[in-house]
């Protein structure tokens, strides 16, 4: 039995990348999963490390991120890829990088090492950014002060989007543009996907 396809979809909140995720995997008869907190770790973590009302330093927010991602892996992403079934990921190790490393200023070496220790040999066959101008952040979203991240102001956002454009280029994501319609970015995200062994 081969091995399933690994997908993994990145992006700035509000840019289409769950939906995208979740239609993909229904589509591929492929198993849907996210980072931070799908499982039961996972969702204590997710709660202590979006509640905005807990002060956190940036490095004890990544270590929380790649406690969860360690988690994940070894009991959602690996098993049901080691069983042929296909994985579709909403958020993976890219979004610590981003959100840890660009956005809050985290030493991005120690993170990717970190990330290595998080993660192992399981790496996507293919990264999906959904990229979204920070003026169409501004329109969709509505910042929730509870949120650590959606309470961040546009300059922490800009600095992450940022930092997934320079993950893209060297890494070679294929980037899609998320501010266009719906139909459009499904389009273009099934034509490269189709490509995949599924």
């Not at 990145?10 to 993909?24: C, N």
């Not at 204590?44 to 406690?67: F, G, K």
């Not at 293919?126 to 969709?140: K, M, W």
Request: hydrophobic share 45%.
């Amino acid at each position: 039995m081969r091995p399933g396809i690994f997908l993994a979809f990145e992006g700035i909140d509000v840019s289409g990348k769950s939906t995208q995720a979740r239609r993909v995997a229904d589509l591929h008869d492929a198993l849907f999963t996210f980072e931070p907190g799908d499982t039961p770790l996972g969702r204590e973590l997710r709660h202590w490390v979006l509640d905005a009302a807990t002060p956190m330093e940036p490095a004890t927010e990544a270590l929380m991120m790649l406690t969860d991602r360690s988690h994940h892996v070894r009991r959602v992403i690996e098993p049901a890829l080691a069983a042929g079934r296909s994985v579709v990921t909403d958020r993976f190790f890219a979004s610590t990088l981003a959100y840890q490393g660009y956005g809050r200023g985290v030493d991005l070496a120690l993170l990717r090492a970190a990330s290595e220790l998080a993660i192992g040999a399981c790496v996507p066959d293919l990264t999906i950014l959904l990229d979204v101008p920070l003026e169409v952040v501004n329109e969709r979203r509505s910042r929730d002060a509870k949120d650590r991240f959606e309470a961040e102001d546009l300059a922490f956002h800009q600095r992450v989007r940022e930092g997934y454009l320079e993950l893209a280029r060297e890494d070679s994501w294929f980037v899609v543009d998320g501010s266009l319609g719906e139909p459009d970015v499904a389009a273009a995200i099934d034509e490269r996907v189709a490509h995949l062994a599924w």
